[in-house]
């Protein structure tokens, strides 16, 4: 018997000894595959933005980004990793925002929009 074989084989022991009866083994191994795939699952859902807290603009800069912009901003809070900013552009359309904390571009914008009871939802990348 050669190396793998006997971790093969103590896997399986510990298995049996672990699972006890037939009637238990499908559940435990359901319940530790969806064990595996909550954990794969949660890794790849990333933040939006990744940036170190160093390298991070003040929260004195974004209301200044946002004015700059004409924006009136009701709320500015962290979420996924960005700012995100609650309020309305120069039109008074109200909107929300994630902007990159190192950069201060925006990374996401949705627009509430009146007419079609929705949010218009844009997605810009580096490039814009």
């Given at each position: 018997m050669d190396q793998s074989d006997k971790c093969t084989s103590t896997a399986w022991t510990f298995w049996l000894a672990a699972t006890g009866s037939d009637a238990v083994r499908p559940t435990v191994l359901a319940l530790s595959l969806l064990m595996v795939m909550?954990?794969?699952g949660s890794a790849l859902a990333g933040d939006d933005c990744e940036v170190p807290m160093d390298r991070w603009r003040t929260r004195?800069?974004?209301?200044?980004?946002?004015?700059g912009q004409?924006?009136?901003i009701r709320r500015v809070k962290i979420d996924d990793g960005c700012y995100e900013i609650r309020g309305a552009d120069a039109q008074g359309r109200?909107?929300?925002v994630k902007i990159d904390p190192e950069t201060l571009e925006i990374v996401e914008q949705e627009f509430d929009d009146d007419d079609d009871k929705g949010h218009e939802r844009r997605r810009h990348s580096g490039s814009d």
């Open positions: 909550l954990r794969a004195e800069a974004v209301f200044t980004m946002a004015e004409g924006w009136t109200a909107f929300k």
